[in-house]
C-alpha cells in the first residue's frame, strides 16, 4: 500500500481486497471455534458486530487508517486462535 501518499488509489484498494476478504472470512471461522466461552445468541451477535465494522471500514479512503484496521483485524484473529476475545485497547 504505496502507491498513494495520504488517499488510498484504486490500486491501493484492489491491491488489499484479498487480503481483507481472508481476514474477514478467518475472523468469522474463529467466532465458530469451540475455544471460545460463547453461547449460539453471542456468536451470532459477535458475528454481526465484525460485519457491521467491516462494512463501516470499507468506505475507508485513508492509507494509514486502513492499514491500521489491517494491522486491527490481524491482532483480533490472533487473539481468537489463542480462544480469547479482544476487547477494548486503552491507548
Request: aromatic share 4%; proline share 4%; hydrophobic share 40%.
Given at each position: 500500500?504505496?502507491?498513494?501518499?495520504?488517499?488510498?488509489?484504486?490500486?491501493?484498494?484492489?491491491?488489499?481486497?484479498?487480503?481483507?476478504?481472508?481476514?474477514?472470512?478467518?475472523?468469522?471461522?474463529?467466532?465458530?471455534?469451540?475455544?471460545?466461552?460463547?453461547?449460539?445468541?453471542?456468536?451470532l451477535?459477535?458475528?454481526?458486530?465484525?460485519?457491521?465494522?467491516?462494512?463501516?471500514?470499507?468506505?475507508?479512503?485513508?492509507?494509514?487508517?486502513?492499514?491500521?484496521?489491517?494491522?486491527?483485524?490481524?491482532?483480533?484473529?490472533?487473539?481468537?486462535?489463542?480462544?480469547?476475545?479482544?476487547?477494548?485497547?486503552?491507548t
Amino acid at each position: 500500500m504505496a502507491k498513494g501518499l495520504i488517499w488510498a488509489t484504486a490500486e491501493d484498494l484492489a491491491r488489499n481486497r484479498q487480503r481483507v476478504l481472508s481476514l474477514y472470512r478467518q475472523i468469522l471461522r474463529s467466532l465458530n471455534s469451540p475455544k471460545l466461552p460463547l453461547n449460539l445468541g453471542a456468536r451470532l451477535a459477535k458475528k454481526a458486530e465484525v460485519r457491521t465494522i467491516f462494512m463501516l471500514g470499507s468506505d475507508e479512503r485513508s492509507v494509514h487508517n486502513i492499514a491500521d484496521l489491517i494491522d486491527t483485524a490481524e491482532y483480533c484473529l490472533s487473539r481468537l486462535k489463542n480462544g480469547e476475545i479482544p476487547k477494548h485497547i486503552p491507548t
